[in-house]
C-alpha cells in the first residue's frame, strides 16, 4: 500500500523515521472522522476503512474529541451510525474528565452547558455552586445565563472557572458560530481592568497536557510511542507536542492552507486525510 | 462656603493649588449625578443643587457619559425629570459622536445595539455592512446576534469594529451585568490564536482621547483648564488624564476603596461625593 499524498516534511526525505516507534494513535473525531453538518455530519471519504486498518493492524487506537454538545454515549452512537467501530470506553472527551476533577476536588459546579450534555452531569452535586463550567452551550450563550453564570463567578470568594476545551468558533451548515473559548474569554474578562474578576479558566479538554496524558495512561504508552492525528493544529498538534507525542494534521476539517506557515506550530507531518495518515504510519511499521 | 469632606491628595497641604486654572468641568453622568435603578434611577444627594452652583459660578460645564442604551434625547428627559437643569447640547455621548466617524470615513455599520438607541442611527446607511457596531445591546447580545456580528466581522476584508464604550460590567437592581467591553473582547478574540480575527476594536467614548478632545473643543478650553469628575477610575479619571486634564474621583456609584490604591492611575483628588468635588471647585477660585 502506498502514501497517496504526502508532502512537505513527511515526504522529505526519511522524516517519517520516527513513525517506526509509533505504538499508538490517538485520532481526533470531529474533521477527521467526519464533517458535522445536517443530520449529525457525514463521514469523510476513505475514514472509516481507515480506523479499521488501524485497529487491525495492531497499533492502539484511541479517540479524543473536544465534543460538549452530547454525552460521549449518544456522540459515540452517532458515529457508529455514520459506520465507525469505535466503542464508548475508547473515547475520551471533557464532560467525563471533569466530572472526575470535580469529585476529586469535591468541586460542586454551576453548570453553562449543553442541555444534550446535561446527562453527564447527573450524579453531581450542583447545590451552593463553588465553581462555573462552560461548555459549548450554543443558543444558552444567552445575555442571561451568560450574567448568570458571571453572578456566581464573581460572587465566590476564589473565582474558579472551568471551559470545556477553548475553541473560537467552527463551522455549522447555517455558517460560523462562535465557540466555547470566546465565551471563557468573557467570563475571564482583563486583570488589568480594575472592574475585572482575575480569573483564569482551567481548560478540561484539548490542548490541555493533563487531558492527553489521561489518554496515554488509559493506553499504558509513554508519549514519544504516540501520534495525535487531528485537523486542528493548536488543539490537536500543538497540545500533543507538548506532551512529547508526535502530530499529524489532516487536511480535512478546520485545516487551512495557513496553517502550514504558523510561526509556532509545525506538524511532523501534514497529510491529505486519514487514510492518507493510515497509509504513511502503516506503511512504516 | 467649606469643603464638606476631603481627603488624602486633595487634603494634602497645597495639593489643589491647581484647581486655581480650572475653567471648565466635565462631569460623568451615572454614579455621578444619579445612581441608575427601578424605574431610571435616582438623583445622588446633593448633585442637583451641585450642577446648578457649578453652571451659577462662571465655570464652562459639560456632562459626559457612555450611555449607549437611549438616545441623547431620551437619556437627557430622564435627568431633566430627575430635576437636573441639563440641555442636549451640552450631553457628550458615544452614538453621536460614532455617527459622525461614520460619516467621515464613510462607513455603513452592522449595528448590534440597543433597540432604545436605534434612532441615533436612522440616518445612517447600513446597507451592505463594512463595519461592525456594538454598544451596550443588553438582552440582544444573545448566541443568534453575536454570531451575527461575529460573521459579518469575519467576512470582511478588512474587519473593523467600533465599540461604544469599553466597560467590562455594572450593577442594576436585579445584580450585576455584562457590558459591551466583554462582548468587544469576544469578538476581537485572540490574535495569537489562528482561528482569530485580528481585530483590535476602536473604541468610541470614554476613555477614548478623540471623544475627551471632542468635548473640550466644544468648550474651547486647553486640557490642563478643565477637570473631569467621575466615578469611574480608569475610564473617566485616567481617561481624561491622558488626555492632559486633572481627574477627581467621587466615592459615588462604581467606585471602591481598593481605587485609591490602583497601581497605574491615581486621581488628582478623590472626595464623597459631586457636592465635596463643587466646594471644592468653587472654594479655590
Given at each position: ?24 494513535v490517538i485520532l481526533d473525531?470531529?474533521?477527521v ?17 481507515a480506523?479499521?486498518?488501524l ?172 501520534v495525535m492525528i487531528g485537523d486542528?493544529?493548536?488543539?490537536d498538534v500543538?497540545?500533543a ?6 502530530g499529524i494534521q489532516v ?18 507531518g501534514?497529510v491529505?486525510?486519514l487514510?492518507?495518515a493510515t497509509?504513511?504510519i502503516?506503511?512504516?511499521?
Amino acid at each position: 500500500m502506498r502514501m497517496r499524498t504526502c508532502v512537505s516534511s513527511m515526504a522529505a526525505g526519511g522524516n517519517m523515521e520516527w513513525l517506526k516507534s509509533v505504538k499508538g494513535v490517538i485520532l481526533d473525531m470531529c474533521g477527521v472522522l467526519y464533517d458535522s453538518g445536517e443530520g449529525g455530519g457525514q463521514a469523510i471519504h476513505g475514514s472509516i476503512e481507515a480506523v479499521k486498518r488501524l485497529m487491525d493492524s495492531g497499533l492502539i487506537v484511541r479517540f479524543c474529541t473536544n465534543e460538549t454538545q452530547n454525552t460521549r454515549e449518544k456522540f459515540v452512537q452517532k458515529l457508529r451510525a455514520m459506520g465507525f467501530d469505535i466503542s464508548v470506553s475508547h473515547v475520551f472527551s471533557p464532560a467525563p474528565a471533569l466530572v472526575r476533577i470535580l469529585r476529586e476536588r469535591r468541586l460542586r459546579p454551576h453548570l453553562l452547558v449543553h442541555d444534550d450534555l446535561m446527562p453527564e452531569f447527573d450524579d453531581v452535586d450542583t447545590s451552593s455552586p463553588n465553581c462555573v463550567v462552560i461548555g459549548d452551550a450554543a443558543d444558552k450563550f444567552s445575555y442571561q445565563n451568560l450574567n448568570e453564570a458571571f453572578r456566581v463567578l464573581i460572587g465566590l470568594e476564589k473565582p474558579l472557572l472551568f471551559s470545556l476545551g477553548q475553541g473560537r468558533y467552527y463551522k455549522e451548515t447555517d455558517g460560523l458560530k462562535l465557540d466555547v473559548g470566546v465565551f471563557m474569554k468573557a467570563l475571564e474578562v482583563n486583570t488589568v481592568n480594575e472592574y475585572a474578576c482575575d480569573v483564569q479558566a482551567e481548560v478540561v479538554g484539548k490542548p490541555s497536557a493533563d487531558f492527553f496524558q489521561t489518554v496515554l495512561n488509559d493506553m499504558s504508552l509513554q508519549p514519544h510511542e504516540a501520534v495525535m492525528i487531528g485537523d486542528d493544529l493548536l488543539n490537536d498538534v500543538g497540545g500533543a507536542q507538548r506532551c512529547g507525542m508526535k502530530g499529524i494534521q489532516v487536511r480535512t476539517g478546520k485545516y487551512r492552507p495557513s496553517d502550514e506557515k504558523h510561526p509556532s506550530v509545525r506538524a511532523d507531518g501534514y497529510v491529505d486525510d486519514l487514510a492518507a495518515a493510515t497509509d504513511a504510519i502503516l506503511t512504516n511499521p
